[in-house]
């Protein structure tokens, strides 16, 4: 599940999401086959029952499961209890929306206080917005919505206003809260720009938090080994025809161009410097020069191995996939998710190891300008100079 950007544990939480709504569907079949009372009653309301009314308890019901699936995850934060009575609640909403019809008000009173609880428990650093956490809010918020809206005729401009209303002050304080929440996230861990850590749904780039500290004697010096061997093994790529014929092959890119080599992706040797699984080209005037490497690990989920401690910075890419051009999505709603109609997808975690010489040495995640500039200059002399 950590691939597709959950932490550890709220996979039980996403099934019981999936697998509360999905029974409704048969139970509703069975309901008026059954010879109980309560189910004559839910049979009765599902009959008189609008489809927007039918649609808030299934919302109501896929939040249930969310909190009822992590329990587990919030004992050690003591929010289990609150997890366990939230999830019983929300599915006592959900088949109240049948049984009666002041369903409304209980739904939004539950609704707004577990909004607020997420923003008070996020606000506070107690957690930090996830994944899970925010698509849960969006579908409260959608349940909320249902809640407020005057689903059957007859009701006027005012009650349509106000649903309106007060749907929208509830987005804005809850998706500027979890902003919020995360950008002070963002800064407490010092974050890539455009990402968050530990494979949070913001496309970009991600770092994590086992990046920061102070390295250990021990640490220097494995860092410092990786980056001399890595200069060294892949100095007979200084010649791309090398790279070409070794079997790496050139991606898309502009200023800087990841040659990658399929056979070592799945070759189970990571951080091998005579196996690097890309190469980084800088293109000049006077054509490609070999800049560094990406090691990259096996596959998504799995960790790298932390040879340099916080030295050595592993990162991950996040995306949001759609099925319409341009395929690859860099917005993001207010919760960070990704946008309807597309797939978050979290890569296997990459270092870059830089062979040319840098002002912050060669585990920095991207070359500045101006060592850029440098190279480009260097080279472009030594050309001019051959010529000559």
């Known amino acids: 599940m950590t691939a597709l950007g959950l932490a550890p ?11 509360l ?9 069975w309901l008026p086959r059954a010879h109980i009372r309560p189910a004559r009653w839910l049979a009765a309301g599902l009959a008189r029952s609008v489809m927007a009314e039918r649609l808030a308890a299934l919302l109501l019901l896929a939040a249930g499961g969310v909190h009822l699936g992590l329990i587990g995850v919030h004992r050690g934060a003591g929010l289990a209890g609150w997890m366990l009575l939230d999830g019983l609640a929300f599915v006592a909403a959900a088949a109240a929306v049948l049984l009666v019809r002041w369903w409304r008000w209980p739904a939004v009173a539950l609704l707004l206080a577990t909004l607020l609880t997420y923003l008070s428990v996020t606000g506070s650093g107690r957690e930090q917005p996830d994944q899970l956490g925010m698509a849960t809010a969006l579908v409260e918020l959608t349940a909320l919505g249902l809640a407020l809206a005057p689903l059957r005729p007859g009701r006027g401009w005012r009650a ?40 949070a749904p913001i496309p970009g780039a991600n770092r994590f938090e086992d990046d920061t500290g102070t390295p250990a004697p021990e640490e220097q010096a494995a860092a410092a080994r990786l980056a001399a061997e890595t200069r060294t093994a892949t100095a007979r790529y200084q010649d791309p025809a090398v790279a070409r014929a070794a079997g790496y092959r050139p991606g898309l890119g502009g200023d800087l161009v990841h040659w ?43 960790a790298a191995p932390r040879t340099g401690g916080p030295i050595t910075k592993w990162h991950t890419h996040s995306l949001c996939l ?31 190891v830089w ?12 070359l ?21």
Not at 162 to 190: C, I, Q
Request: hydrophobic share 45%; net charge negative.
């Open 9 to 19: 544990g709220q996979g039980s939480a996403l099934l019981l999401a999936l697998l």
């Open 21 to 29: 709504p999905a029974l409704a569907v048969p139970l509703a079949r």
């Open 160 to 199: 349509w206003g106000g649903a309106s209303a007060g749907l929208l002050v509830a987005a804005f304080v809850t998706g500027g809260g979890v902003w919020a929440a995360a950008e002070r996230h963002h800064r407490n861990t010092a974050p890539l720009t455009g990402g968050h850590v530990h494979g």
């Open 260 to 302: 990658e080599h399929k056979g070592y992706k799945d070759d189970g040797r990571t951080l091998d410097p005579e196996r690097p699984e890309q190469l980084v080209y800088l293109n000049t005037a006077a054509g490609p020069v070999l800049a560094g490497v990406v090691y990259v690990a096996p596959r998504a989920g799995v």
């Open 322 to 352: 759609t099925p319409l051009p341009p395929f690859i999505s860099a917005l993001v709603t207010p919760f960070g998710n990704c946008p309807p109609l597309s797939v978050g997808l979290v890569l296997p975690e990459m270092m870059h």
């Open 355 to 366: 062979t040319v010489d840098t002002p912050r040495g060669p585990f920095v995640e991207e």
């Open 368 to 388: 500045d300008a101006a060592t850029i500039a440098r190279i480009r200059a260097e080279h472009h002399n030594a050309a001019n100079g051959t010529r000559e």
